[in-house]
T-cell receptor, first 113, second 109 residues
Framework: DAKTTQPTSMDCAEGRAANLPCNHSTISGNEYVYWYRQIHSQGPQYIIHGLKNNETNEMASLIITEDRKSSTLILPHATLRDTAVYYC??????????????FGQGTILTVHP | KAGVTQTPRYLIKTRGQQVTLSCSPISGHRSVSWYQQTPGQGLQFLFEYFSETQRNKGNFPGRFSGRQFSNSRSEMNVSTLELGDSALYLC????????FGDGTRLSIL
């Protein structure tokens, strides 16, 4: 699976949009971009994933650049409960990647009142 | 719809003992993956089971093993526990994407 690079930490004011970047310059054509977050003492929570089109769900939006070498997770109106570690993961869905997510260090997002 | 259930939530063992952790996946999910999370190494993949067969394996010693039952419930076992095995052990079930339980926190004294 391709390697990802994320900033170590970010801050955001409550009510504002949080934009979390991720670089995945070695992504291959059949690899998806997944985002998870982990709130202290809980298991990782799935947020969103995409292949090449932008995606939106009730939690967030995922913007993937046309060359697919980077992406941005957008939380449109951050709340204090969005404070968590956010992981960007690139993975193939078959072969040696069966059932495996490769987690990096993630971005610690702190939402301030 | 019930989520992924892991038991027990907390466990304390001593060096040299063995431990068995349990994971019940979301109903209908046939794939179960296990991960170890430590402050130093982060989240690391242990192994994945699908239809009672281990389909993928991470880089952990043979002391770490698992199995899956016909109802998709899975167990992982760690033998001859070491201090470094203290960690949060997470289970995820998948029909794409993976959904995680809240883990079992294992402490080795």
């Amino acid at each position: 699976d391709a390697k990802t690079t994320q900033p170590t930490s970010m801050d955001c004011a409550e009510g504002r949009a949080a934009n979390l970047p991720c670089n995945h310059s070695t992504i291959s054509g059949n690899e998806y971009v997944y985002w998870y977050r982990q709130i202290h003492s809980q298991g990782p929570q799935y947020i969103i994933h995409g292949l090449k089109n932008n995606e939106t769900n009730e939690m967030a939006s995922l913007i993937i650049t046309e060359d697919r070498k980077s992406s941005t997770l957008i939380l449109p109106h951050a709340t204090l409960r969005d404070t968590a570690v956010y992981y960007c993961i690139v993975r193939d869905t078959g072969g040696t990647s069966y059932g495996k997510l490769t987690f990096g260090q993630g971005t610690i997002l702190t939402v301030h009142p | 719809k019930a989520g992924v259930t892991q038991t027990p939530r907390y466990l304390i063992k001593t060096r040299g003992q063995q431990v068995t952790l349990s994971c019940s996946p979301i109903s209908g999910h046939r794939s179960v993956s296990w991960y170890q999370q430590t402050p130093g190494q982060g989240l690391q993949f242990l192994f994945e089971y699908f239809s009672e067969t281990q389909r993928n394996k991470g880089n952990f010693p043979g002391r770490f093993s698992g199995r899956q039952f016909s109802n998709s419930r899975s167990e992982m076992n760690v033998s001859t526990l070491e201090l470094g095995d203290s960690a949060l052990y997470l289970c995820a079930s998948s029909l794409q994407p993976q959904h995680f339980g809240d883990g079992t926190r294992l402490s080795i004294l």
